[in-house]
Nanobody
Framework: QVQLVESGGGLVQAGGSLRLSCAAS????????MGWYRHVPGKQRELVARISSGGATNYADSVKGRFTISRDNTKNTVYLQMNSLKPEDTAVYYC?????????WGQGTQVTVSS
């Protein structure tokens, strides 16, 4: 069983920055793609950013140029650096590990951006 533990959420003013971290259990972290998703009540969960096992990244159009996903395979951790935050970025952010035949989710961390 894989455990994903997110941290780094909080309250920030518009224009500010936050860095989310997701620590994963297990010894095969480097083999799988990792992603950050977000969910707002009443809306579908959406992909924010994804990083492959080889380090290739892709982003939602709404966060391109503002967010950066990265991974440290020595620490089994994936990060999401969020800059120039906007009120519409307010959501619960979830870490995801994609193993192809299944995936795992963290418990989520709240990000609130005030205007």
């Amino acid at each position: 069983q894989v455990q994903l533990v997110e941290s780094g959420g909080g309250l920030v003013q518009a224009g500010g920055s936050l860095r989310l971290s997701c620590a994963a259990s297990g010894s095969v972290f480097r083999s799988y793609a990792m992603g950050w998703y977000r969910h707002v009540p009443g809306k579908q969960r959406e992909l924010v950013a994804r990083i492959s096992s080889g380090g290739a990244t892709n982003y939602a159009d709404s966060v391109k140029g503002r967010f950066t996903i990265s991974r440290d395979n020595t620490k089994n951790t994936v990060y999401l650096q969020m800059n120039s935050l906007k009120p519409e970025d307010t959501a619960v952010y979830y870490c995801n590990q994609d193993r192809g035949w299944t995936d795992y989710w963290g418990q989520g961390t709240q990000v609130t951006v005030s205007s």
